[in-house]
T-cell receptor
Framework: EAEVAQSPRYKITEKSQAVAFWCDPISGHATLYWYRQILGQGPELLVQFQDESVVDDSQLPKDRFSAERLKGVDSTLKIQPAELGDSAMYLC????????????FGPGTRLTVT | SQQGEEDPQALSIQEGENATMNCSYKTSINNLQWYRQNSGRGLVHLILIRSNEREKHSGRLRVTLDTSKKSSSLLITASRAADTASYFCATDTGANSKLTFGKGITLSVRP
């Protein structure tokens, strides 16, 4: 069964350093999502792509976070510089389209900022 | 901001018992979805119910939706130890179908 791939699975970085996460969605899925999940909370949407275009980045801290999906397939989420409060699980998900479709999640990247 | 709010926050039951989890939300929705998350892993989609549906079944899962009360419930029948996980309701609102998740319910099923 097709799965959403994410790497790395775990990342430890020092504050003020740059960090990047990669996501490869299920083939054919037009919509890609990046979520942040703080321990004990539900996922919070950071950015949503439809093909290569951003359709929602209202919760993305744009002073330090950036996301791209250049060819409308895989995607990269970057944090520069990382802060202690960025420690969380970063989840990528994809779906066939934006409306009334279930989302398929990757295993996530656990980020620890020291 | 949280749209869905699950209840209870934690639930502990014996294997074989039924587990009922509730979700309330604030604004009108396109659909409501339930997801499961095992410790430290990604989320797995369980079931989606559209705003014009009232009840849906999938295996041992039964979900209901009451749009007048802005609430949903997830019933897991004949629970198993493998059902131990966190369960999240997520509401799909707006033109881009943004999913907003609640804080989740921690279900423990004792063997």
């Amino acid at each position: 069964e097709a799965e959403v791939a994410q790497s790395p699975r775990y990342k430890i970085t020092e504050k003020s350093q740059a960090v990047a996460f990669w996501c490869d969605p299920i083939s054919g899925h037009a919509t890609l999502y990046w979520y942040r999940q703080i321990l004990g909370q539900g996922p919070e949407l950071l950015v949503q792509f439809q093909d290569e275009s951003v359709v929602d980045d209202s919760q993305l801290p744009k002073d330090r976070f950036s996301a791209e999906r250049l060819k409308g397939v895989d995607s990269t989420l970057k944090i520069q510089p990382a802060e202690l409060g960025d420690s969380a699980m970063y989840l990528c998900a994809s779906s066939w389209g934006p409306r009334t479709y279930e989302q398929y999640f990757g295993p996530g990247t656990r980020l620890t900022v020291t | 901001s949280q749209q869905g709010e699950e209840d209870p926050q934690a639930l502990s039951i014996q294997e074989g018992e039924n587990a009922t989890m509730n979700c309330s939300y604030k604004t009108s929705i396109n659909n409501l979805q339930w997801y499961r998350q095992n410790s430290g892993r990604g989320l797995v989609h369980l079931i989606l119910i559209r705003s014009n549906e009232r009840e849906k079944h999938s295996g041992r899962l039964r979900v209901t939706l009451d749009t007048s009360k802005k609430s949903s419930s997830l019933l897991i029948t004949a629970s198993r130890a493998a059902d131990t996980a966190s369960y999240f309701c997520a509401t799909d609102t707006g033109a881009n179908s943004k999913l907003t998740f609640g804080k989740g319910i921690t279900l423990s099923v004792r063997p």
